[in-house]
C-alpha cells in the first residue's frame, strides 16, 4: 500500500534521466512510496527514455504532459495523480539527492500532528551570487506578507494529504513554491526544516537560471504573483 508520494517533473531532462531514474530505485525499495516522473511537456526525448526505463518497474511510474505550461503544473498534475497519504515534490537536475527527501519523509513520520505539519528543505553550498539572490527575494517576501519566507524556492517540500486538499487555485509557474510555504504559515502549520547540500548540475541544462536576463525575468514574474496573493490573502 502506497504510504509516501514523491513527484519529480521532468522537463527537457533527458540527459539526466538515467542518473535520476538510477538513484531513485536506490533510495526508495519499499512499496510504501511511489515515485511520479512527470514529464512536464518535454521537446526532447525524455518520454520514450521514460519509457523505456520503466518497464515492469513496480515503484517508479511517469505521467506524460503534452504542453510545457509551466513547472507548478507539472507538480500539480502529479500530485493530483498520487495515491500516497504524504505528498513531496523535488526537481530532476539532481541538485538535490532523493535522499534528502526520504529524510524529509521520515522527519514528517516523527511529527506528532502529520495533517498540521509541513517539511521543506534548506538549502547550503550554493554559489555566492546564487545565495544573494535567493536571500533578496526571502526578504522581499518577509517584509510583503509580514511573515518570515526563507529560502523559498528550497527543496524538498513534504506534507499531508490534508493541506494538499486546502489549496485553492495554486500557481502553474514557479510561484507554486511560494504560494505552499505561504499557506503553510498561513494555516499555522509546523514548518520543519534542515538541511539540504544543493550541488552542481551535472546534466542538461536551467531552464530558468540561465543569465541575469533570465533572473530579472523570473523576478518580474515573483513580483507579480506576490502581489496579487497578497491581495487575495
Not at 525499495?29 to 516522473?37: A, N, R, T
Not at 500530485?79 to 500516497?84: D, F, N, R, T, V
Not at 499555522?188 to 536551467?206: A, D, Q
Request: net charge neutral; with cysteine; hydrophobic share 40%.
Amino acid at each position: 500500500m502506497v504510504k509516501f508520494s514523491l513527484i519529480i517533473p521532468c522537463y527537457n531532462e533527458a540527459s539526466g534521466i538515467p542518473a535520476l531514474f538510477e538513484r531513485c530505485q536506490e533510495v526508495f525499495q519499499s512499496p510504501e512510496y511511489e515515485v511520479i516522473l512527470v514529464d512536464n511537456g518535454s521537446t526532447d526525448h525524455t518520454q520514450t527514455l521514460l519509457a523505456e526505463l520503466l518497464f515492469k518497474q513496480p515503484i517508479i511510474r511517469t505521467i506524460c504532459l503534452n504542453t510545457n505550461i509551466g513547472y507548478g503544473k507539472g507538480i500539480l498534475a502529479g500530485l493530483e495523480s498520487a495515491q500516497g497519504d504524504v505528498l513531496a515534490w523535488t526537481h530532476a537536475d539532481l541538485q538535490t539527492d532523493p535522499q534528502d527527501v526520504l529524510e524529509g519523509f521520515k522527519l514528517f513520520s516523527q511529527t506528532r500532528n502529520l495533517q498540521k505539519s509541513y517539511i521543506k528543505g534548506l538549502r547550503y553550498g550554493r554559489s555566492i551570487p546564487d545565495f544573494f539572490f535567493a536571500v533578496c527575494m526571502s526578504c522581499f517576501e518577509t517584509l510583503l506578507f509580514r511573515k518570515l519566507l526563507w529560502d523559498i524556492n528550497a527543496q524538498p517540500n513534504v506534507f499531508s494529504r490534508e493541506f494538499y486538499d486546502t489549496w485553492v487555485d495554486p500557481p502553474h509557474d514557479f510561484s507554486l513554491d511560494l504560494f505552499v510555504y505561504f499557506q503553510a504559515k498561513k494555516q499555522g502549520l509546523n514548518i520543519i526544516r534542515f538541511p539540504v547540500f544543493f550541488g552542481l548540475r551535472e546534466h542538461g541544462v536551467s531552464h530558468w537560471n540561465i543569465s541575469w536576463k533570465d533572473k530579472m525575468m523570473f523576478i518580474y514574474r515573483t513580483f507579480k504573483y506576490s502581489l496579487k496573493l497578497k491581495r487575495e490573502s
